[in-house]
C-alpha cells in the first residue's frame, strides 16, 4: 500500500541513507556530518550583540 511504502522511504532516507551511508561526494563523509561541517564553519553574515 501506498502509506506503508511512503513511510518505509522516509525511514530510509532519513535512517540509513542521511545518517549511516558515507558518500563519496562529501569526501566520504555522511550528509549529515557534510552539512554540520559546513554551518560550523560558514560564516555568519551578520553578527548581533
Do not use: M
Not at 502509506?3 to 541513507?17: K, L, P, R, V
Not at 563523509?29 to 550583540?49: D, G, H, I, Q, Y
Amino acid at each position: 500500500n501506498f502509506s506503508e511504502a511512503s513511510t518505509a522511504i522516509t525511514n530510509y532516507i532519513t535512517g540509513y541513507y542521511s545518517q549511516l551511508r558515507p558518500h563519496q561526494y562529501n569526501g566520504g563523509l555522511t550528509p549529515n556530518e557534510s552539512e554540520r561541517l559546513f554551518w560550523k564553519n560558514s560564516k555568519t553574515v551578520a553578527s548581533f550583540s
